[in-house]
T-cell receptor, first 112, second 111 residues
Framework: NAGVTQTPKFQVLKTGQSMTLQCAQD?????MYWYRQDPGMGLRLIYY???????DKGEVPNGYNVSRLNKREFSLRLESAAPSQTSVYFC???????????FGPGTRLTVL | GENVEQHPSTLSVQEGDSAVIKCTYS??????FPWYKQELGKRPQLIID?????GEKKDQRIAVTLNKTAKHFSLHITETQPEDSAVYFC??????????FGKGTRLSVIA
């Protein structure tokens, strides 16, 4: 089992460009999450999906959109990237909301 | 909503000494408290967790204690080793809400 996978691993964008970060899990988990990690700020929740067909905002949703494509896949889209969105992005999944989360390897995004 | 405070933000200990990291939470409905370890450039990984019906849990050199009355929980690492150097995150959840993470503690074990 691969667990939680993310693509790409690294990405450099120019201000105003758009991109989609992909996440997939093979653990048959119901819930999936997107976090950003900035130095000294810990892990901040952007959006989550408690189950297939639902999505909810987290602590820092502005500038992002998400799609729960199916039970396995949860994507994060930046429509118009800004330098403030330079960060490391982690996807995670869990059997249910509030349970142990398993994290993907992360995507390091730089917006110039 | 839930708020989790974690202290200290950095901690240096000599190899073989103990390390203690403390977290407080605000929501009395929280009942699940995991601890994650993140090595440099890697993903966070669960090292131990505790639920509100238990006061203490141990796994070899690590232990977590929970005080529901005071709304705080702590991670204890004994006989620290250089490979324990990492960033540690606490988190809390009420069970039907996502985990809320503390801001992390950077632990350095000096050989």
């Amino acid at each position: 089992n691969a667990g939680v996978t993310q693509t790409p691993k690294f990405q450099v964008l120019k201000t105003g460009q758009s991109m989609t970060l992909q996440c997939a899990q093979d653990m048959n988990h119901n819930s999936m999450y997107w976090y950003r990690q900035d130095p000294g700020m810990g892990l901040r929740l952007i959006y989550y999906s408690a189950s297939e067909g639902t999505t909810d905002k987290g602590e820092v949703p502005n500038g992002y959109n998400v799609s729960r494509l199916n039970k396995r896949e949860f994507s994060l889209r930046l429509e118009s990237a800004a330098p403030s969105q330079t960060s490391v992005y982690f996807c995670a999944s869990s059997a249910a909301v509030g349970n142990e989360q398993f994290f993907g390897p992360g995507t390091r995004l730089t917006v110039l | 909503g839930e708020n989790v405070e974690q202290h200290p933000s950095t901690l240096s200990v000599q190899e073989g000494d103990s390390a203690v990291i403390k977290c407080t939470y605000s929501d009395s409905a929280s009942n699940y408290f995991p601890w994650y370890k993140q090595e440099l450039g890697k993903r966070p990984q669960l090292i131990i967790d505790i639920r509100s019906n238990v006061g203490e849990k141990k796994d070899q050199r690590i232990a977590v204690t929970l005080n529901k009355t005071a709304k705080h929980f702590s991670l204890h690492i004994t006989e620290t080793q250089p490979e324990d150097s990492a960033v540690y995150f606490c988190a809390a959840s009420s069970g039907n809400t996502p985990l809320v993470f503390g801001k992390g503690t950077r632990l350095s074990v000096i050989a």
